[in-house]
Structures are given as structure tokens and as C-alpha cells.
């Protein structure tokens, strides 16, 4: 499988061929925002990820990055390291976690944890992020245990922790030390978790995978006891038709509800938002919002944000009127939720749009990443939608050529204290990977 097919590979339960129409009496708040190219930002490559034959630093950062207070970065490749992986792809390696230390105006890069393939783990998708306990926690979609196969590496998955180190080795970082909590053994635990954890407030954590369960993916809490972690499947989805194939992890509310998207599936077959609110000793299911792949957008494969007034954010990889896939907000009201279009991102109707989480800085404006279509000559964008006159204005802070700066950012936005971005792209830069879509990959700022 080539790596640009990976993720139409991935969507292989996604959406179906159907007649869309929006005549449901559903109010759609369509706004119109005035396009614009920012002239007044920096941006740079700040590491170029050097290749899968091998490559100590790593290759093909699919999932963006986690910022600390002190201004580190911290993320995931899906190959390269030093595992004795050969991925679907031929490239090598079973995946990294890395780290990129602040230092003066400078970066050095770190390498602090490399896959092995076995019961530790191979291929972490997800992003890493950081617990209560100060550790990193994040998910491999292969590796542990089972008969799985996912890109071409055994395993069905595990979920780990990364503990620091108690020193420094000089200017870098010493290898953090691997717990593997979890590993997934097939269909009934769930198959291919590949997106981050959240933590509840008693310390237990869920996640997603995309397979498993009843076939369609699953809903897992994790649970300390007895020094272990005990995994509960909490939801098994298409067990009523509702979704299927959840490709984002999930967002918690202060009062333990859980919130996700799914990318196919629902009332039209082209994904789902849905809730999980506990109930009694289990949990319900809610629908919020099923997409027709019509204006409203189809084929989510970002997650949700939320905001202090529990409104939820995120974006479509697909339809919307730009041909993009679009960014929407459901506000709850009267017991359920109302969809409201915030903006259609331009595009050429394939699949392009947003794959990770919006990022809102602390006025409310909304930053994210599209994929691009390399068949139709787009790379991707890093884009800004800002509040306008009861409106969204569409600004592209970065577009990428498709060349050493990087190509098909499938990357969240992160700040840090000064209004700087920083975020990857899948290809793209200097690596010796090769293909379809050049290049390794790159981690970039972009500085207002």
C-alpha cells in the first residue's frame, strides 16, 4: 500500500454513495467570510525529519505536536527509529517519540524513545500528551499483541506511558523510560487505536480505535487497579447503525461526558458527532449531528474542541460548498444540538480537508491545517478563520508548495507564550523518503 493511500486505506468503512439533501429543516448558519493571504508571517522549518533507511530521527510525523511550560515540543513519527519494522510502505523503522528542546533561538532535537515492534509497540499515529502525573501518554496502532496486521506491522495496538529522565546527558535529553499499559489482543478490545488519550478527574483514561468490537471500532476506558490497567470497552459503535470508524480521540467536559467524531457511518453514512454521558453503570449513546456530505461537510477526521460556554468545534475532510470540507460549531440548546456552518474551505472536492483538532486562541480565533490533494496540485495550508462582522474571515498563513518546506500537514496548531505556531507536515522537506509524496516530513513555526 502506498503511502498516499494510507488514508483512503484507513477510510475503507467511510462514506457510502448516497443522494444528500438538506431539506431537513435543519437551520445551517452559513456564513460567508472574505478570503485573505496573510503577508506579515514567518515561517521556517525548524527540523527536517531524515528518512525511514534507518533514520535515528524518524519519518512521517502524521499527528502534530504537545507543547510543556517550558516551551518543548513533543510528537510522534510513524516510521523510522531503530526497529527492525518495515512498513506497507518500505520504509523502515517502527515508529518515534521525539522531542525538540528550546534552546536561546534554536532547536535540538531528541530523540527520546524508539519503537521496538514487539510488545512495546510499532507505528504510533496519535500525538503524545502529557497526564496528571507529568508523564507522556499515547497509543501505537500496532505492535503488543494479537494477529493484527496494520501497515504492514503485526500487532493490534497498545497504549503506553514515557516516563522522564532524572537528569539531562549534557545538551540533550536521555532516553525517557517506556511502560507499555495496554495492549489490545483483537476484535473484542478493539483494533487500531490511533489517536491520543484524555484523562477523566479520578485518573483513568479513554481513547478510540478504529476497528475492533462490534466491527466498527470501540470506545475503551483504561482503570489503575492493582498496580495494572484494566481496559472496559464503554461503547461499541454500529451496534444500532449510529457510526463507525472513529479516527480521533475524544474531549471531556467537566462533568465526565465524552465527546467524539466518526468518519463514517450515522444517518447519511458520512460520520457522526456524537456524546457518551454516563449512565448508571454504563454509558448512552447521543448522536449529535449526522453529515450529509452536502454543505454541512462529510468524512470528519478531526477531533473536537471545547469552549469555557461548552460549544464544540471541529472541521470536515470532506464536502461543504468550497469543496474542502468545512469548519463547524454545535452549541447545545433545549436538550440538543444546533449546527451551525462556520466557514466552507476551498478546495477541489477530494479528500483534503482538516485531519486533526482546531486550536482557538484567547479572542477566539480558530487556526488549523488542510491536507491538500496532490492529484489536483495542492499540499496543504495553515489557515486562521477570525470573528468578522457576525461573520468568519478565511486567512491562509502558509501554503505549501509541496516542496522542501514541507507537504500535507495533517498536524494540530499549538502556540506557545509569544503567538508563535508550530505544528508537522507528513512529507515533504529534505528526508531521502520517496514516493508519491517526497520527503519525511518537517516540524515548522510560523511567527506573526
Given at each position: 500500500?502506498?503511502?498516499?493511500?494510507?488514508?483512503?486505506?484507513?477510510?475503507?468503512n467511510?462514506?457510502?454513495?448516497?443522494?444528500?439533501?438538506?431539506?431537513?429543516g435543519?437551520?445551517f448558519g452559513?456564513?460567508a467570510?472574505?478570503?485573505?493571504?496573510?503577508q506579515?508571517?514567518?515561517?521556517?522549518?525548524?527540523h527536517?525529519?531524515?528518512?525511514?533507511?534507518?533514520g535515528?530521527d524518524?519519518?512521517?510525523?502524521?499527528?502534530?505536536?504537545?507543547?510543556?511550560?517550558?516551551?518543548?515540543?513533543?510528537?510522534t513519527?510513524?516510521?523510522?527509529?531503530?526497529?527492525?519494522?518495515?512498513?506497507?510502505?518500505?520504509l523502515?523503522?517502527?515508529?518515534?517519540v521525539?522531542?525538540?528542546?528550546h534552546?536561546?533561538?534554536?532547536?535540538?532535537?531528541?530523540?527520546i524513545?524508539n519503537?521496538g515492534?514487539?510488545?512495546?509497540?510499532?507505528?504510533p499515529?496519535g500525538?503524545?500528551?502529557?497526564?496528571p502525573?507529568?508523564?507522556?501518554?499515547?497509543?501505537?496502532?500496532?505492535g503488543?499483541?494479537?494477529?493484527?496486521q496494520?501497515?504492514?506491522?503485526?500487532?493490534?495496538?497498545?497504549?503506553y506511558?514515557?516516563?522522564p529522565?532524572?537528569?539531562?546527558?549534557?545538551?540533550?535529553?536521555?532516553?525517557?523510560?517506556?511502560?507499555t499499559?495496554?495492549?489490545?489482543?483483537g476484535?473484542?478490545?478493539g483494533?487500531?487505536?490511533?489517536?491520543?488519550?484524555?484523562?477523566d478527574q479520578?485518573g483513568s483514561?479513554?481513547?478510540?480505535?478504529?476497528?475492533?468490537?462490534l466491527g466498527?471500532?470501540?470506545?475503551?476506558?483504561?482503570?489503575?487497579?492493582?498496580?495494572?490497567?484494566?481496559?472496559?470497552?464503554?461503547y461499541n459503535?454500529?451496534?444500532?447503525?449510529?457510526a463507525?470508524?472513529p479516527?480521533?480521540?475524544?474531549?471531556?467536559?467537566h462533568?465526565?461526558n465524552?465527546?467524539?467524531?466518526?468518519?463514517?457511518?450515522?444517518?447519511y453514512?458520512?460520520?457522526?458527532?456524537?456524546?457518551l454521558?454516563p449512565?448508571?453503570?454504563?454509558?448512552?449513546?447521543n448522536?449529535?449531528?449526522?453529515?450529509?456530505?452536502?454543505s454541512?461537510g462529510?468524512?470528519?477526521?478531526?477531533?473536537?474542541?471545547?469552549?469555557?460556554s461548552g460549544n464544540?468545534?471541529?472541521a470536515?475532510a470532506?464536502?461543504g460548498?468550497?469543496?474542502g470540507?468545512?469548519v463547524?460549531?454545535l452549541?447545545?440548546s433545549?436538550?440538543?444540538?444546533a449546527?451551525?456552518?462556520?466557514?466552507?474551505?476551498?478546495?477541489s472536492?477530494?479528500?483534503?480537508?482538516?485531519s486533526?483538532?482546531?486550536?482557538?486562541?484567547?479572542?477566539g480565533?480558530l487556526y488549523?491545517?488542510?491536507q491538500?490533494?496532490p492529484?489536483m496540485g495542492?499540499?496543504g495550508?495553515v489557515?486562521?478563520?477570525?470573528?468578522?462582522g457576525?461573520?468568519?474571515?478565511?486567512?491562509?498563513?502558509?501554503?505549501?508548495?509541496?516542496?522542501?518546506?514541507g507537504?500535507?500537514p495533517?498536524s494540530n496548531v499549538?502556540?506557545?507564550a509569544n503567538?508563535?505556531?508550530?505544528?508537522?507536515?507528513?512529507?515533504?522537506?529534505?528526508?531521502?523518503?520517496t514516493?508519491?509524496?517526497?520527503?519525511?516530513?518537517?516540524?515548522?513555526e510560523?511567527?506573526p
Amino acid at each position: 500500500m502506498a503511502r498516499t493511500q494510507r488514508r483512503f486505506w484507513i477510510f475503507g468503512n467511510g462514506p457510502r454513495a448516497v443522494a444528500v439533501g438538506l431539506g431537513l429543516g435543519i437551520m445551517f448558519g452559513l456564513i460567508a467570510g472574505a478570503a485573505q493571504t496573510a503577508q506579515a508571517q514567518t515561517y521556517r522549518v525548524i527540523h527536517n525529519f531524515t528518512g525511514g533507511n534507518g533514520g535515528r530521527d524518524g519519518a512521517i510525523p502524521e499527528n502534530g505536536l504537545t507543547r510543556d511550560n517550558a516551551g518543548n515540543l513533543y510528537g510522534t513519527t510513524l516510521h523510522g527509529g531503530n526497529g527492525p519494522c518495515t512498513g506497507d510502505d518500505g520504509l523502515s523503522g517502527c515508529g518515534t517519540v521525539f522531542q525538540l528542546k528550546h534552546v536561546g533561538s534554536g532547536w535540538i532535537f531528541n530523540p527520546i524513545y524508539n519503537f521496538g515492534g514487539g510488545s512495546d509497540g510499532a507505528g504510533p499515529w496519535g500525538r503524545v500528551i502529557f497526564g496528571p502525573d507529568g508523564n507522556l501518554y499515547g497509543t501505537t496502532t500496532a505492535g503488543g499483541e494479537g494477529d493484527c496486521q496494520n501497515y504492514g506491522y503485526s500487532g493490534c495496538g497498545t497504549v503506553y506511558r514515557l516516563s522522564p529522565p532524572a537528569h539531562m546527558c549534557g545538551a540533550f535529553s536521555c532516553p525517557w523510560t517506556e511502560t507499555t499499559l495496554y495492549r489490545f489482543s483483537g476484535s473484542l478490545t478493539g483494533v487500531l487505536p490511533n489517536d491520543t488519550v484524555v484523562f477523566d478527574q479520578s485518573g483513568s483514561l479513554y481513547g478510540t480505535t478504529y476497528y475492533g468490537g462490534l466491527g466498527r471500532g470501540v470506545v475503551y476506558k483504561l482503570t489503575l487497579s492493582g498496580g495494572g490497567w484494566t481496559e472496559s470497552v464503554i461503547y461499541n459503535f454500529g451496534s444500532g447503525g449510529d457510526a463507525g470508524g472513529p479516527l480521533t480521540g475524544l474531549t471531556i467536559d467537566h462533568a465526565g461526558n465524552l465527546y467524539g467524531t466518526t468518519n463514517g457511518g450515522g444517518g447519511y453514512g458520512y460520520g457522526t458527532v456524537y456524546g457518551l454521558t454516563p449512565s448508571g453503570s454504563g454509558w448512552a449513546e447521543n448522536v449529535l449531528y449526522s453529515f450529509q456530505n452536502g454543505s454541512d461537510g462529510g468524512g470528519s477526521a478531526a477531533g473536537l474542541i471545547l469552549d469555557n460556554s461548552g460549544n464544540l468545534y471541529s472541521a470536515t475532510a470532506l464536502g461543504g460548498a468550497g469543496g474542502g470540507g468545512v469548519v463547524f460549531e454545535l452549541t447545545p440548546s433545549d436538550g440538543s444540538w444546533a449546527f451551525n456552518l462556520l466557514y466552507a474551505l476551498p478546495g477541489s472536492g477530494g479528500y483534503e480537508g482538516p485531519s486533526d483538532i482546531l486550536a482557538m486562541d484567547a479572542v477566539g480565533n480558530l487556526y488549523g491545517t488542510t491536507q491538500g490533494n496532490p492529484s489536483m496540485g495542492t499540499y496543504g495550508t495553515v489557515f486562521k478563520l477570525t470573528p468578522s462582522g457576525g461573520g468568519w474571515t478565511y486567512t491562509a498563513l502558509h501554503v505549501f508548495p509541496g516542496g522542501s518546506d514541507g507537504s500535507r500537514p495533517r498536524s494540530n496548531v499549538v502556540f506557545d507564550a509569544n503567538g508563535n505556531l508550530y505544528g508537522t507536515t507528513s512529507f515533504g522537506g529534505t528526508g531521502s523518503c520517496t514516493g508519491d509524496n517526497p520527503g519525511c516530513g518537517v516540524v515548522w513555526e510560523i511567527t506573526p
